[in-house]
Each structure stands twice: as C-alpha cells, then as structure tokens.
C-alpha cells in the first residue's frame, strides 16, 4: 500500500485547531487522486520523525506550532527562504532527504498585498516560527517591524507593557502570530486593544479557527480593519502542495 499510496501530513504538538486535513481532502476530491492521503500526525518531541517519515513512507509534510524553527536541525537541507527566515513549515521529501520549505511568508505577502492595506508601522506579536515569516514578508514591503514579546530580547523587540506607552498611528498594521485565542481557547486574547493609545489602521490575525478570534471581535467593534489567517492557509496550502509535486 505505501508504494501506490501518496501520503502527507501536517506535524504539531497539538492538531485539534487543524483545518489542514480538510483542505487537502478537498483538494484531493477535486482533482480525482484517489491515491493521497492527508493526515494530522501529533508528536510530543521531534525525535521521531525521521523514523517517522521512513516507516510511513510520507511523500511531504506541513509543520505547525511548535516546531517551525526546532524542525531545522532534523532536515537534510534548507531552501534560501526558509534559511533566511529561519523557520520551515513545508518540508519535502526529495530522494530520501528531508527539505525544509517556507511557504507561510510568501502566502502572508499575497494576503497582505490582496487587503490593499498602506502601512508604514508593523508590530507582530510573538517571536515564534509564524512571527519570523510574518517579518520577512513584511520587510520585503521596506516596513521594519517591531516584536512584542513576553521575554523582550534585542532592540528590536518590546514588551507587552511598553506598548501602552507608544502611540498607534493610523498607518500600523499589528499581526498576531501567537497562538493565544486558538480553539479550544477561543475567549483567551494576546492584548486588549482598548488598552493602547491612539489606534492601528488594521489587525491581522494568523489564528483561522475560530474566525472571527476574540481579537478581531475587539477590533472591528473599535472600527478597525481586520483580517483572518484562512486565506494564509490556503494559500501556504496551495504553495506546499506545489513543491510536493513539481518534480512528479
């Protein structure tokens, strides 16, 4: 069965939030390829997913919270972008290597670009894996973002109490890249936007499920523009399944 059958997966610490399944499945029914397989694979550590990939004869697989950046050391090779980024939530299986892929910045570039919105201050909140990718795309927009973490490191970073003491202009885009408001805690927010002073133009928040999160309810009722991760997904999804196949 491993021989005919194509299969992928997305790897995380915990996959109950996933829509990934569904949207390949989808995929694979439109397309008539009766012969892939999506699967949603827990891992409480990543020793085993060499082994993994070798005794499930897995063809390409996604990588989610917490493991974009702890994947690296357990991978072949990198592509530039992933390298660059320093995190990797695609990896492909090409001749027995393992090689690590980041199709989350470019997917969050497309969205970014399809909003039309006009920034010229960014802050992303977390540092994580989904934080790195969000930077580098938004960088590549000429906008230097600024990190809000818990444990502040570096200049370009703050900390969650500094921000009360900034003033949002008009024109800040503000990113959640945390897991914080994910279901199953889907009342649970990363910030309480009341709490800033002056006001961003836009929140845009990774979190697809629940849509919309508790932060995004916040913001459009203090009249901010807002937006989901769902159009990420499905387009890093799209991106992924692209470089499974591109040498098939």
Known sequence: MHSKMKRYALIGRRLDHSWSQRWFEGLFERQGLHDCTYELKEMEQL??????????AIAGFN?????KQDIIPHLDALDPIAEAIGAVNCVSVEQGHLVGYNTDAPA????????????????????????????????????????VSRNPQGNRQIGYNSLLSLHLHPQTLIVNATPVGMYPSVEDKPLELS????????????????SPTALLKEAERLGLRTHDGLEMLKKQAEMSWKIWNRNT
Do not use: S
């Not at 006001?199 to 979190?207: E, F, N, S, T």
């Open 47 to 56: 020793n085993e997913v060499r082994q993994w990939v070798e005794n499930e």
């Open 63 to 67: 990588v989610t919270v917490p493991y």
């Open 108 to 147: 969050f570039l497309d969205t970014l670009k399809d909003a039309r919105f006009e920034f010229l201050h960014c802050l992303i909140l977390g540092t994580g894996g989904a934080a790195q990718a969000v930077a580098f795309a938004v960088q590549r927009m000429g906008v230097e973002p600024l990190f």
């Open 195 to 210: 709490t800033l002073n002056g006001k961003a133009g836009m929140v845009y928040d990774l979190i697809y499920n629940p």
